[in-house]
């Protein structure tokens, strides 16, 4: 049965506030905060007239038998990232983004988180299956001057995963000037494809910032107590499209077939991603890894947290071709992304192969529980705050107790737009407003549940008992409380 956007609302109380969403995009919720955008006051660059950086790929201090260790050093530091300007980040080796880790499947990885910066930080693998001790929970600092081994068993597919700050009450902020990287989890059933590889698999962390006229990053926060100022409560959008870094940058690519590894990194900004050329792209995988087989596709949606694999292939086009990735979710400076220039021939030896991997769908029927969780916004400390089931996160509180080994049915609904990040646990999206996703499944760490949405989710709890989180993955929603604990048990 399909479920109507009014059923929706009436499900968790909230039908009395609908309002006339018109072509504008206007939320369903009268005086509900929406995504601002912060103007730069920077003069900016002409789109495409950058070349794509590409991060530092680390190397382990030190390997033995079973682990390899990295150490990543957080610190402040100047880049040029608008020609002729210089930027203060935040970043893990004074990077933006940080150095990319390439990991192996069932292979340890501890990772060492020296923070050489002014204030606490917290490092969370999104996309990791972890023991709680080394997941990020947003009160376990690291305090300034001091360091923290995280432990990734790595116990999962191989998967576009990334890292990044995870600081209660300040995370939008901490990432916004700079604490985020890849960590790419490789396998041997992904390396036996014939799937596009070495300089043609193209990490890409797309993500919005703004800029002053001195080159900074501003950001509407405050240093002495969490959120954001009152505009910005529904998050913060920037009018710089950075990729890698880089504002609206170039990509010289040969006549072959390129994987783009598509991350979402902003705060609050979603994207749907189209070629300017109205060509396909290919999906081979999603946040969890392999699809079962590849999706020809035209437009690509995720929401920030969200990963897409795609291949593209550019022998389609003539040497002298461009090719624009462009953003159709909006107009102007902000609907451009980056461009491609095809500028030479090339031999291709890889192949998009018709079977992926193989995915088990988790059977509802054999759900040990179902859940509600309804992602709402509401009153907080006299002002407007984010709420998951009408409560603010409390590290004392605990909203589930799954136990481990046991498939659940967790049920999400919405007010305004909220992309949903679960730590530890895989799931599959079981339906969408009442109605069952076609195709095969996929593992999902993020969703986006969109105004006045149901989503039916299903998981299974394995790997380790321990405390979570759960959140939305607008950054700002989540420093203003829509997070909640779960303990498996």
């Not at 050329?277 to 020809?296: F, K, N, W, Y």
């Not at 076609?438 to 986006?448: F, L, N, Q, R, S």
Request: proline share 8%.
């Amino acid at each position: 049965m399909t479920v109507t956007r009014r059923q929706a609302l009436r499900l968790f109380g909230l039908g009395a506030a609908v309002a006339v969403s018109g072509a504008s995009g206007c939320s369903l919720l009268g005086g509900t905060p929406q995504p601002r955008l912060l103007p730069s006051t920077a003069p900016l660059p002409a789109p495409f007239t950058v070349p794509l950086p590409l991060p530092e790929v680390a190397r382990p201090y030190r390997s033995d038998g079973t682990t390899d260790h990295y150490e990543l050093v957080q610190r402040a530091a100047e880049l040029e990232i608008l020609p002729g300007l210089r930027t203060p980040v935040w970043g893990y080796g004074g990077s933006f983004p940080g150095p990319t880790i390439e990991a192996r499947s069932g292979r340890r990885t501890v990772v060492r988180v020296s923070n050489g910066l002014g204030v606490p930080t917290v490092t969370h693998l999104h996309g990791g299956r972890t023991p709680p001790e080394s997941d990020g929970y947003p009160t376990d600092l690291v305090r300034p001057g001091s360091r923290r081994d995280y432990a990734f068993p790595l116990d999962q597919r191989a998967a576009t995963l990334w890292y990044h700050d995870h600081r209660m009450d300040y995370t939008g902020q901490q990432v916004w000037r700079g604490l985020a990287g890849f960590f790419l989890v490789g396998d041997d059933e992904e390396e036996a494809l014939p799937l596009p590889r070495g300089e043609r698999d193209v990490p890409l962390m797309i993500c919005d910032r703004s800029f002053a006229e001195d080159g900074s990053m501003p950001y509407p926060g405050f240093a002495d107590r969490p959120g954001v100022r009152e505009p910005y409560m529904g998050g913060v959008l920037g009018d710089v499209i950075l990729v890698n870094g880089a504002p609206w940058p170039e990509l010289r690519v040969e006549r072959a077939r390129y994987r783009l590894r598509l991350l979402n990194g902003s705060n609050a900004r979603p994207y749907e991603l189209s070629l300017s050329t109205g060509g396909a792209v290919v999906q081979i995988g999603s946040d969890g890894g392999l699809l079962t087989a590849p999706r020809e596709l035209r437009r690509i949606r995720l929401a920030p947290g969200e990963r897409a694999d795609v291949v593209v292939d550019f022998s389609a086009y003539r040497v002298g071709d461009l090719v624009e990735l462009r953003n159709l979710a909006d107009e102007g400076p902000q609907g451009r992304v980056m461009r491609f220039a095809v500028d030479r021939d090339a031999r291709d030896d890889s192949a998009i192969p018709k079977t992926l991997s193989r995915i088990e769908r988790l059977d509802p029927a054999k759900a040990a529980a179902t859940r509600d969780f309804a992602f709402t916004s509401g009153s907080l400390h006299g002002g407007v705050g984010w709420l998951i089931n009408g409560h603010p996160f409390d590290a004392a509180r605990t909203e589930a107790r799954p136990k481990l080994g046991d498939t659940e049915i967790w049920r999400l609904t919405s007010d305004v737009a909220h992309p949903v990040h679960l730590h530890l646990a895989h799931f599959q999206v079981l339906t969408v407003n009442g109605e069952r996703p076609a195709g095969p499944p996929e593992w999902k760490d993020t969703v986006e549940l969109r105004e006045a949405q149901i989503v039916e989710i299903i998981t299974r709890f394995t790997g380790y008992r321990g405390r979570y989180v759960m959140h939305c993955h607008n950054l700002e929603h989540e420093d203003m409380a829509m997070m909640a604990n779960f303990e498996v048990v």
